[in-house]
């Protein structure tokens, strides 16, 4: 193994402009660019540039629009934390995982957990199923511990100083 | 509320194109879709208004803000009725990106981004353990993000 493969991922480097532009495209990724070039006081090619910067460096990957799962019929969000039969089945149920489309995110954790993963389904039936037919059928997954959530709070990015 | 919030086809297949892609020019998804510019835009503040759409953004990459360290934290209440004031102050800590209210063991299910683990342990121990209310925690770091993704739409 490299030692690089092993190294952080460094942070990039943003001056405060970034920051500002960052800012306001977090918040509306349809906001014209002369609109934040007249809130930032540079022109708008600059803002072009720099967004494509940002792009380039990985700061921002893409933009989207955020739905609400709940008008579309996503009305279960549950957490799971996954038990390995053996630690070494990490990289397999992973890939598997991934292949669960309402499976949303799914992390390797320290803690009593080996996998925690994020889950939406349209009905508390449908995560059953979900748990039962599809979980449970990976190799490796010794069981699994699910934490509903009755309603979420809150939810944002990383904050920009 | 009926299926879908009577989202049709057009809708979804909409959707697919735009929560993937914000930015996107409406001309484009007008052509993939195999309908007029107009009728993106309508359909798109439709959906506005219906808050199926409920805002767009451009996904920061933590790690390369210096946010390093993603972190899981179940949270133990004194009693069960100081959630409320207990999430009023946990939306103060802007380190903390997401909060639920959950069954299972833990009252209250954070997830939280700190440069380093030090950081971390300023968030835990300075200001999420100083919370009237909190008994105690548990925390899981994430060692890697494997995957992370919005909810099938077209399924």
């Known amino acids: ?161 | 509320m009926t299926l879908r919030n009577n989202l049709d086809d057009w809708d979804l297949k909409i959707l697919d194109i735009i929560t993937k892609n914000a930015r996107i020019p409406f001309k484009d998804v007008a052509k993939e879709v195999g309908i007029s510019r107009a009728a993106v835009h309508q359909r798109v503040n439709r959906m506005v208004d219906l808050e199926v759409i409920v805002g767009s953004g451009y996904h920061i990459n933590p790690k390369k803000v210096e946010f390093k360290t993603c972190t899981y934290i179940g949270i133990f209440l004194d009693k069960g009725g100081l959630f409320t004031e207990v999430v009023k102050e946990l939306e103060k800590i802007l380190e903390i990106v997401e909060c639920h209210y959950t069954t299972g063991q833990y009252a209250i299910f954070v997830k939280v981004y700190a440069k380093d683990n030090e950081h971390l342990k300023n968030i835990l121990s300075g200001k999420i353990q100083k919370i009237q209310g909190i008994a105690s925690t548990e925390t899981f770091i994430s060692l890697e993000e494997s995957f992370k993704r919005t909810i099938p739409v077209n399924a």
């Open chain 1, 1 to 161: 193994m490299k030692t690089d493969d092993y190294l952080e991922e460094k942070p990039a480097a943003i001056d405060q402009l970034d920051e500002k532009i960052l800012k306001l495209i977090t918040k509306n990724a349809r906001i014209p660019f002369l609109e934040v070039a007249r809130e930032c006081g540079v022109s708008g090619a600059a803002i072009h540039q720099r967004v494509q910067r940002l792009l380039n460096i990985g700061v921002v990957h893409g933009s989207e629009f955020i739905v609400s799962p709940q008008k579309l019929g996503y009305n279960t969000c549950a957490y799971m934390g996954i038990y390995l039969d053996k630690a070494k089945y990490h990289a397999q149920v992973a890939e598997a995982l991934r292949k669960i489309p309402e499976i949303v995110e799914c992390h390797y954790t320290t803690g009593a957990y080996a996998i925690f993963a994020k889950i939406q389904t349209k009905t508390n039936k449908h995560l059953k199923r979900l748990i039962d037919e599809e979980l449970q059928d990976i190799e490796g997954i010794a069981r699994t511990e699910t934490f509903i959530s009755l309603e979420m709070d809150f939810k944002r990015q990383v904050p920009i100083k």
